[in-house]
């Protein structure tokens, strides 16, 4: 089953120990050797102290068994392993991540925002608020959100940049570019990175995160990419990634950051 195109690097996948995904660690890297990935990198919802959205994380005393399963299965395996987390930004989360990311030998380390003043805008629960919500501001919120996120120099790249998309509820694209502006400088400015992430396509949404407007406005800004899949099951390991290279050509990429010991470096898309 080895694919015909040569596919990048998927730095975004989850673990059962975020309670919401399930297969072990080494069906997931099955899946991702027999498609002549190259590398993955595990990126498990990162535990919070502050009893933050406890129902879809690791506790904080199950970390080092993370930690564990992934250094487990070897570094100089096939595909080639790296140990991430996906923390979630939130007001009150700098001083914990500040003091505890630098110490946990991570590679790499996703930003997300899912929640806006406390609503779990991304989560089917609460699809329905979207139907009453004032979008426009939702976004608004969200990308001043993101701006913090950028400010506070705690994270490598920006995971699905555009999230609230998720059940299809948008601002214009013209009010999206405005709103979306200020955040994206801020990322650029940051020296983040932002992840193409090709779990939208199995929402309803069905489109990749970014969508192509937001792509080319991170490609102005020179904001390297990376690619993944936000798997929460092992055959979604490299989902749709001839896809999200067609995207990214069209946005006017050449190449993609590959990471280790949280340092970014350029590589030409495969
Ligand atoms: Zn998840
Ligand atoms: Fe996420
Ligand atoms: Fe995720
Ligand atoms: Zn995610």
């Not at 932002?194 to 309803?204: A, C, D, F, Q, Y």
């Not at 490609?219 to 896809?243: K, N, T």
């Not at 990429?253 to 350029?266: I, L, N, Q, S």
């Amino acid at each position: 089953m080895r694919s015909h195109t040569a596919l990048p690097a998927d730095y975004h996948i989850h673990t059962p120990l975020c309670k919401h995904a399930e297969g072990d660690l080494a069906t997931y890297q099955g899946v991702a050797r027999d498609l002549g990935i190259p590398e993955i990198c595990f990126t498990d919802h990162c535990p919070t102290p502050h009893g933050f959205d406890t129902a879809h994380r690791m506790e904080l005393q199950e970390f080092p068994s993370y930690r564990e399963g992934v250094l487990g299965l070897g570094e100089a395996s096939d595909p080639r392993i790296l140990f991430g987390v996906e923390a979630d930004y939130y007001e009150g989360c700098e001083a914990f991540l500040a003091r505890w990311l630098p110490l946990q030998g991570l590679d790499y380390v996703i930003g997300s925002v899912h929640f806006i003043d406390g609503w779990a805008f991304d989560d089917p629960e609460h699809r329905d608020s979207w139907e009453t919500a004032d979008v426009h501001s939702a976004w608004h919120r969200y990308f001043d959100l993101l701006g913090r996120l950028a400010e506070s120099g705690l994270f490598d790249a920006v995971g699905h940049l555009d999230l609230p998309k998720k059940f299809g509820f948008r601002p214009p694209e013209g009010d999206l570019r405005v709103l979306a502006a200020p955040a994206l400088d801020k990322i650029a400015g940051a020296g983040m990175g932002i992840e193409v992430n090709t779990s939208g396509l199995r929402k309803p949404v069905k489109e990749i995160y970014p969508s192509l407007t937001l792509l080319g406005m991170a490609r102005e800004r020179d904001i390297p990419i990376c690619f993944g899949s936000d798997s929460h099951r092992p055959w979604e390991v490299g989902a749709d990634f001839p896809l999200a290279l067609q995207w990214v050509r069209e946005a006017g990429y050449t190449h993609a950051f590959r990471v280790k010991g949280r340092e970014k470096r350029a590589v030409p898309l495969p």
